[in-house]
C-alpha cells in the first residue's frame, strides 16, 4: 500500500525560501510517478513540478526556476525546495504519486508568504 507522509510548510516572508518534505512508502518510486501540487484558496489543485519518465523534472511556468525537486531513494523522500517566494505561492501543497492504482495523495502542508 503506497502512502505518502509530508513534512515542512508554515510562513515565510516574500523571497524567503521553504523546503517540503514527502516520506513514501517502500518502493514507491519503482512502482509511481511523482508529483506537487497545490491548491490556492478558491482555486483547484494544480500540478506544478513532476519527473518525466525518463526522470526529467518539468515545472510549470508560475515556478520555474524557483522550484526544485528531488529525491532520496536512501530515505524515501520526495523533497520541494522552493526558493524566492511570492505571496501568490500562498496554497496549501501535496504530494502525490500516480500509481497503477489510482493517485495517493499526502496530507498537505500549508505554505503562507507574507508580505
Known amino acids: 500500500q503506497v502512502q505518502l507522509v509530508q513534512s515542512g510548510g508554515g510562513s515565510v516572508e516574500v523571497g524567503g525560501s521553504l523546503r517540503l518534505s514527502c516520506v513514501v512508502s517502500e518502493n514507491t518510486f519503482s512502482r509511481c510517478g511523482m508529483g506537487w501540487w497545490r491548491q490556492a484558496p478558491g482555486k483547484e489543485r494544480m500540478l506544478i513540478a513532476t519527473n518525466e519518465t525518463d526522470g526529467t523534472p518539468s515545472y510549470a511556468n508560475d515556478v520555474k526556476g524557483r522550484f526544485t525537486i528531488s529525491r532520496d531513494n536512501v530515505k524515501n523522500t520526495y523533497y520541494l525546495q522552493m526558493n524566492s517566494l511570492k505571496t501568490e505561492d500562498t496554497a496549501v501543497y501535496y504530494c502525490?504519486?500516480?500509481?497503477?492504482?489510482?493517485?495517493?495523495w499526502g496530507q498537505g502542508s500549508q505554505v503562507t508568504v507574507l508580505s
Open positions: 502525490g504519486a500516480v500509481c497503477a492504482l489510482g493517485l495517493v
